[in-house]
């Protein structure tokens, strides 16, 4: 629980804690459970009918929010690796890592509460209401994320003169990303809309 403040309230902390815990396991698990979650939101915002029977067709297909969730994190670390390294920081491989919790953290912890609060939405037959809230925080999530990958940069290089350079590469990498991430979902739901209306 404390952690979990931190996250909010306490970035730097947070931080420290994220590469003291983190391991490759750790890791997978992350990936696994937030892009599954990524899927059956998804499923459970935009498709209604034949619950709770069509709940295990939505199980099935969230291994595919798996890869579309590596796509873009897996993105933004390479890129940002890649950045790290033109700009000649020590241990970039290190601080890579660290930035892969500092973005499935925030995402996992989005995902669990829209995955409950669409189960809350279906219950009182108000799931209209789930697009709204999706569009609104999501942005709130991206801010989270940049929000935490900016602190984990300045903290690994404290005595850095470029920290607006850091800055603006966290946030210029993250956007480039997700544009290309957007564009890329786009036809793909696009394909499951078409397939399963």
């Known amino acids: 629980m404390k952690f979990l403040g931190d996250l909010i309230n306490n970035p730097t902390a947070a931080v420290e804690t994220m590469e003291k815990q983190r391991n490759i396991w750790k890791t997978i698990v992350l990936f696994v459970g937030t892009g599954m979650l990524l899927m059956t939101n998804f499923f459970l915002s935009?498709?209604?009918?034949?619950?709770?029977?069509?709940?295990?067709?939505?199980?099935?297909?969230?291994?595919?929010?798996?890869?579309?969730?590596?796509?873009?994190?897996?993105?933004?670390?390479?890129?940002?690796?890649?950045?790290?390294?033109?700009?000649?920081?020590?241990?970039?491989?290190?601080?890579?890592?660290?930035?892969?919790?500092?973005?499935?953290?925030?995402?996992l912890i989005y995902q669990v509460g829209l995955f409950l609060l669409n189960l809350l939405l279906i219950s009182i037959n108000r799931i209209e209401w789930i697009g709204y809230i999706y569009d609104t925080f999501k942005w709130l999530l991206y801010i989270w994320v940049i929000g935490l990958s900016i602190v984990a940069v300045l903290r690994h290089q404290p005595q850095s003169e470029h920290k607006t350079r850091d800055i603006l590469g966290v946030i210029g990498i993250f956007a480039l990303n997700w544009a290309i991430w957007t564009t890329l979902n786009v036809k793909f739901f696009q394909f499951l809309f078409v397939s399963f209306t």
Do not use: Q
């Not at 939505?58 to 890649?82: K, N, Q, R, S």
């Not at 790290?84 to 995402?107: R, V």
């Open 46 to 107: 935009h498709f209604t009918g034949g619950y709770p029977r069509v709940i295990s067709f939505i199980f099935l297909l969230a291994v595919l929010g798996i890869i579309l969730e590596l796509g873009f994190v897996m993105g933004f670390i390479i890129d940002h690796y890649i950045f790290l390294k033109l700009t000649k920081t020590e241990n970039a491989g290190d601080l890579s890592k660290t930035l892969t919790w500092c973005f499935l953290m925030p995402l």
